[in-house]
Each structure stands twice: as structure tokens, then as C-alpha cells.
């Protein structure tokens, strides 16, 4: 039987320690790599021992559940959200491959939501899964600044100040960044778009630009960014660039 490494965050112990014992009895294969109260202490082990299933308390103090994620640079594992709370898009998780329990946890719904969990897992589904969670987080919960890519590697929160520019490409999007690096996601441009805040401005069909990154316009169709970084602009788009800036 394959071993699957889980990471606990929560931050009261008794709710760690009940969990886990929980987790040990009906299900064996699960190794509890790591059990944290503090969520900042979480993030580098989550991101070093890159676990497969994270089970994630969403209310605590300083950074809550959602932040934590958003704190990681990416998000490669099947999530379980732990909560007390109902009203936390609970209709949103029930839609999604992301899951959910309530406190204080039942055995049933703890196995309804590993099950499911460990099916995604075996069926290397986390790419799905966290599709899911990026329209959770972006449309129900909260951006804080971040872009939030879905990628073949799992979910990159990137801060919007890095991105330079997203760029359309036959159904994909590859999002270039101020080091260079690109990002290609299978979102298309126009899901970007709904997605991103009113910092990023979609100047041609194929391509949106960082307002923050603009340094100049040339009259023959082009936006010049940081570094001298050239985007293409279409005609129609010209005078609503332009009003942004008078």
C-alpha cells in the first residue's frame, strides 16, 4: 500500500491531536509528516516536503487558511479544509474538487472527504482539483494582490507587481514576469481577465499589460513596459489606454 504524506495545520493542539488520531485509525497509509499551530511556520515545511494531502484549518489568527496558500509559490497537493465555520462558501467547496469538513469532525465526513482526496491522488487529478480551488479562492474568497495561475505543475500565486504582461496563446496564456521567467497556464486570456484586478488593462485581443510596468506609448501601436519590454496595442484600444493616463 503507497504511503501518502499529509501535513496538519490548525492552530489549537487539541483539534491537531484529535485529527490526527482520527487520521491514524481509518486511514494507515497516511503519514502525518508534520503537525503545525502556527501558520507562518507551516509554509516552508508545506513547500520542502512537498506533501500530497494538506489538511487546512481556515480560521486563525494573524493569517487564516486562504492566506496560507496564497503564501506558497505553488500549490501541488489535494487540500482538505477544516472549519467551524458554515458560512465560508461552504456551497462553493460542495461544487469543487477541493473538500471540506466541519468541526467538530465526524468520522463519516472525514472519510467521505480522504476517500475523495486519495481517489484524486491516485488518478494524479490535482491539476483538476486545483483549477477548482483557483476559482474558490479568486471568485468567492479573496485576491490580495496576487495573480493566481493554474499551472501543469499545480497553482502559482504570483504578486501582481512581478507581472510584466499576460500574453494569449492558442487557448493557454503565458504570463511573463519582471525576471524573465514565463509561466504558461491552460486558462485562457479571457479567464484572466474576469480574474485580475483593475491594475491590468487588455489592450489587444491577445494581450494585457501591467498598468504599474507602463513606461511609454508609440504612436505606431506599441506600449513599451519595464526594460523596454514592447506589447502591441490595437487601434480601438488606443483612446481607453490613453484616458487612463490624462
Known amino acids: ?46 513547500e520542502s516536503e512537498a506533501p500530497e494531502l494538506l489538511f487546512l484549518d481556515i480560521e486563525m489568527p494573524r493569517m487564516n487558511g486562504f492566506e496560507l496558500l496564497s503564501k506558497l509559490r505553488v500549490v ?25 469538513i466541519l468541526k467538530p469532525i465526524d468520522n463519516d465526513d472525514l472519510k467521505e472527504a480522504v476517500n475523495k482526496a486519495l481517489k484524486n491522488i491516485s488518478l494524479e487529478l490535482n491539476q483538476d482539483s486545483n483549477a477548482k480551488l483557483v476559482e474558490l479562492l479568486s471568485e468567492n474568497i479573496f485576491k490580495k494582490n496576487k495573480v493566481i495561475v493554474p499551472t501543469a505543475k499545480g497553482v502559482s500565486f504570483i504578486p501582481e507587481e512581478e507581472v510584466m504582461h499576460l500574453e494569449g496563446y492558442e487557448g493557454y496564456t503565458r504570463i511573463h514576469l519582471i525576471d524573465k521567467i514565463t509561466l504558461t497556464s491552460s486558462y485562457n486570456l479571457g479567464k484572466f481577465e474576469k480574474l485580475l484586478s483593475s491594475k491590468f488593462f487588455k489592450c489587444h485581443k491577445s494581450h494585457i499589460v501591467n498598468l504599474e510596468r507602463v513606461r511609454h506609448f508609440e504612436n505606431e501601436g506599441y506600449i513599451v513596459l519595464d526594460s523596454d519590454y514592447r506589447v502591441p496595442i490595437s487601434k480601438t484600444n488606443r483612446k481607453a489606454f490613453l484616458e487612463l493616463f490624462s
Open 76 to 100: 501541488n497537493f489535494q487540500v482538505i479544509f477544516v472549519t467551524a465555520y458554515s458560512e465560508y462558501a461552504i456551497e462553493a467547496f460542495k461544487k469543487s474538487a477541493v473538500d471540506y
Open 1 to 46: 500500500m503507497k504511503t501518502i504524506k499529509a501535513i496538519l495545520v490548525d492552530d489549537e493542539i487539541s483539534n491537531l491531536k484529535g485529527l490526527e488520531k482520527k487520521l491514524n485509525k481509518l486511514f494507515p497509509q497516511l503519514e502525518i509528516a508534520s503537525k503545525f499551530q502556527i501558520p507562518e511556520e507551516a509554509i516552508s515545511s508545506i
